[in-house]
């Protein structure tokens, strides 16, 4: 079964940063499109950020400017760096295939509060 690992999660105060991670196979994380999804209490998961294999982002208009999707394909790993936190940012985040996803990992929780 694939597996999509998410690290990096935690509790931070607004205006804060987090990176979190995202690793796979080599297989899964060479060949597709990646994405981070975030899902907070009571709404749909959503995607906030994707990357394709060549490195080409694309980002939802509410985290522009403040997310950063990254790439290290020797590493087989993925990142979110996120900047200037917001309490809207709570939710969890997770990573798979920006189309047609893989089964969901468990996620990793980002909770921004004072």
């Known amino acids: 079964q694939v597996q999509l690992v998410e690290s990096g999660g935690g509790l931070v105060q607004p205006g804060g940063s987090l990176r979190l991670s995202c690793t796979t196979s080599?297989?899964?994380?060479?060949?597709?499109?990646l994405a981070w999804y975030r899902q907070a209490p009571g709404k749909e998961r959503e995607l906030v950020a994707s990357i394709s294999v060549g490195g080409r982002t694309n980002y939802a208009d509410s985290v522009k400017g403040r997310f950063t999707i990254s790439r290290d394909n020797a590493k087989n790993t993925m990142y979110l760096q996120i900047n200037s936190l917001k309490p809207e940012d709570t939710a969890v985040y997770y990573c798979?295939?920006?189309?047609?996803?893989?089964?969901w990992g468990q996620g990793t929780q980002v909770t921004v509060s004072s």
């Open positions: 080599r297989f899964i994380f060479s060949i597709n499109n």
């Open positions: 798979n295939r920006d189309q047609f996803p893989l089964s």
